[in-house]
């Protein structure tokens, strides 16, 4: 056994046959898998990796491990992790560091114990590995040969970062290939969101006003896919040229406050911060659902949500109602954390395998 700090590791077997599930839809990765194995490409290489912790997750772990790699891992989101996967690779001998509902200083110390083993190469879903090893773990930067991020949020991070001339080590942008705005951004994204705002509500799609912000890959996917099952998509974008391609591609589109006076979902998947603010929820009928697909919980402003309540209450698992002075209730998703991976189980195995 690894050191690992895990919910409950007597989980191990239902993870398992999630895993053994994940693998007969990841035949991409599992071609890799036996080319690893014969060819050891990773051999003395330690790989610290700050990832969602899910059984996809566990099949690429399998697979770098299988060409040699040594492993530390840790969730790359408080709410994102699926405890019977970490219980198995906690089982394997892996070095994990991940549970569901972890507090803020909880998951930076899992971030800082990964950082521990010394990496040679950093995996990550946010930056939060590549940042911590800039400001807080530089002695760490002379052992380090490269990393890879693999979201949009954390790219933005890291492109602030080179520009500004800090960024001290070279990293692979997954979130830039093709096959990631194809496949996993735009159909993973699109209908594992959706997945995870059924899961939370059992609201009923057919007719209802729903707002898209942003109208990058994972926007349109989101857009789209709620166009199939009946919604009446709004698109607010800042982009006017992503704004002309929503108007063509069929789409109203609106500033948020505009937009904020005529629906009853709202979905944030920007990569920016302070998308919907006190401004746009004052403007919300009663009953508004509040989601956010967007790899941090800075999208949807909570602090101003938790300004204009003057209570709330857990009404449903991912599911807390806000009531405003005036009686009016908004319904936050999975704490304004990502709803596909909070409230359900990310994107379909298949879509991270074309990746």
């Known amino acids: 056994m690894g050191e690992y700090s895990v919910k409950d590791i007597d989980l191990a077997r239902n993870g398992q046959n999630k895993i053994e599930w994940a693998e007969s839809h990841m035949p991409v990765l599992m071609t890799i898998r036996d080319r690893f194995t014969k060819e050891k490409p990773l051999a003395g290489k330690k790989l610290s990796a700050c990832l969602h912790v899910t059984k996809e997750t566990a ?41 569901r509902g972890q507090t803020t200083e909880d998951y930076y ?28 773990r530089t002695e760490l930067l002379k052992g380090v040969i490269g990393g890879c991020e693999e979201t949009t949020t954390g790219v933005i991070r890291l492109r602030a970062m080179a520009k500004q001339k800090v960024l001290k080590y070279p990293v692979i942008a997954v979130n830039d290939a093709q096959t990631k705005w194809f496949f996993d951004n735009r159909y993973g994204t699109g209908q594992s969101t959706v997945d995870g705002i059924l899961r939370a509500t059992s609201v009923l799609l057919a007719g209802t006003r729903t707002v898209v912000a942003g109208y990058g890959w994972c926007g349109r996917g989101i857009a789209t896919r709620l166009k199939g099952m009946g919604c009446r998509v709004i698109i607010s974008e800042v982009n006017p040229l992503r704004a002309l391609e929503a108007v063509m591609d069929g789409f109203d ?24 603010t006190k401004e746009h929820i004052q403007l919300m009928q009663d009953g508004a659902v509040l989601a956010n697909s967007g790899h941090f919980n800075v999208e949807i402003w909570i602090p101003d949500l938790e ?12 599911v807390e109602e806000y009531t405003l002075r005036d009686g009016r209730r908004i319904y936050l998703l999975a704490e304004g954390r990502l709803v596909n991976l909070a409230a359900a189980e990310g994107h379909p195995s298949v879509c991270l395998s074309n990746n």
């Open 59 to 99: 099949v690429l772990v399998r697979t770098l491990r299988a060409g040699g790699a040594k492993i530390a891992l840790c969730a790359s989101n408080p709410l994102s992790t699926q405890d019977d996967v970490a219980a198995t690779l906690a089982n394997e001998g892996i070095n994990i560091y991940a549970w």
């Open 109 to 136: 110390d899992c971030v800082n114990k990964v950082l521990n083993y010394v990496p040679n190469i950093t995996l990550d879903d946010g930056a939060d590995l590549i940042t911590a090893i800039h400001t807080k």
């Open 307 to 318: 300004e204009l309540a003057t209570s709330k209450k857990e009404i449903r698992t991912n």
């Open 253 to 276: 589109v609106m500033p948020m406050t505009e937009a904020a006076k005529q629906a009853k979902i709202f979905i944030t998947s920007t990569g920016d911060k302070k998308v919907i």
